[in-house]
């Protein structure tokens, strides 16, 4: 019922990145926590047509979840909050493509323009370039200023606008 919930949601908006399992609470043993993992991942996949990449940190995947190397073929969005230059992986993963570095306490939520009250905000970083990001998960690249200014001045004639 679940699965069934989130891929509806998934589908009807399935945004730019993957599909990511949120892997954060188990009541399961360490076996049946991977075994509902992996089995969560291939009805989404076989639904979907699409990979799925894991969220979780290592505290709690290295202590909730049975040693695996079927782990590693996933993506990894690795939540460790730390102000290190890299962060620690779960164990069965040797790369993150995600890594959210900061969330709670860290007071930036208005600057980064919430207005809901929240003061933290979630950082993460990417691990690649940009045009690595834009390529790996097909967004198009924002227009530079220059572009920018054409378009617009392109959409005020098509209005009638008058343009110096």
Same mark, same amino acid.
């Given at each position: 019922m679940f699965l069934a919930s989130f891929y509806n949601a998934w589908q009807e908006n399935p945004g730019q990145l993957p599909p990511i399992l949120d892997c954060e609470n188990t009541t399961l043993g360490l076996?049946?926590? %991977?075994?509902w993992i992996k089995s969560c991942a291939a009805e989404f996949e076989q639904r979907?047509? =699409?990979?799925?990449? =894991? *969220? @979780? @940190?290592?505290?709690?995947?290295n202590g909730k979840v049975q040693r695996s190397t079927w782990?590693?073929?996933?993506? %990894?969005?690795?939540?460790?909050?730390?102000?290190?230059? =890299?962060?620690i992986l779960p164990y069965d993963w040797t790369a993150w493509?995600?890594?959210?570095? @900061?969330?709670?306490?860290?007071? %930036?939520?208005?600057y980064y323009g919430s207005l809901d009250g929240d003061l933290?905000?979630? %950082?993460?970083? *990417?691990n690649g370039s940009l045009s690595n990001f834009y390529a790996e998960f097909g967004v198009q690249a924002p227009l530079t200023l220059e572009e920018r200014i054409v378009a617009l #001045?392109? #959409?005020?004639?098509?209005?009638?606008?008058?343009i110096p």
């Open positions: 076996a049946g926590t %991977l075994g979907a047509g =699409i990979l799925v990449a =894991i *969220y @979780s @940190s290592p505290g709690w995947w782990a590693n073929t996933k993506k %990894l969005w690795n939540a460790h909050w730390t102000t290190a230059d =890299i962060p493509k995600f890594w959210q570095h @900061s969330a709670d306490g860290n007071g %930036l939520g208005r933290d905000m979630d %950082l993460d970083r *990417y #001045e392109v #959409e005020a004639r098509a209005h009638g606008w008058a």
